[in-house]
């Protein structure tokens, strides 16, 4: 059985901070669901194609590869893979001091890296929050 990886997305777009939805991630699929909360304020959803109006209480889901690890909107969270890339480096290197060991390639070491690279960051006027296990 693969494991479950659950994030929580909060935002403060409404002014104060806020649950937006669950984010749960597996080996073979990425899932965004809002919160009743979030549906119930009326505020914007996740991205154009996430419109919290549409998929209500619906969870969506996308497949997870090694391209697009993760739900696509928060793709661009992760570090990007190139060699040069400083902050994955940086990322990288706190993961070994944490675990004593090389962070091993797939799905749990981008999971760690969305957690580390997406705790705060602002889209457009969101700040958006991503913490989970």
Not at 19 to 47: H, I, N, Q, S
Not at 85 to 101: E, F, K
Request: aromatic content about 10%; some cysteine.
């Amino acid at each position: 059985m693969s494991r479950m990886r659950h994030g929580v997305i909060w935002s403060r777009i409404g002014g104060q901070p806020m649950k937006m939805g669950d984010l749960v991630l597996t080996e073979l699929e990425a899932g965004f669901t809002y919160t009743r909360d979030w549906l119930a304020a009326g505020l914007p959803g996740l991205c154009l194609l996430g419109d919290s109006a549409i998929w209500g209480e619906t969870t969506v889901s996308y497949p997870v590869s090694e391209r697009i690890p993760v739900f696509p909107r928060l793709l661009s969270l992760i570090p990007g893979r190139s060699p040069r890339n400083l902050q994955r480096r940086h990322y990288l290197d706190l993961l070994r001091r944490q675990d004593g060991r090389e962070p091993p390639p797939g799905i749990d070491t981008e999971w760690r890296l969305l957690l580390l690279g997406g705790a705060w960051r602002y889209w457009s006027h969101r700040c958006v929050c991503v913490n989970g296990q």
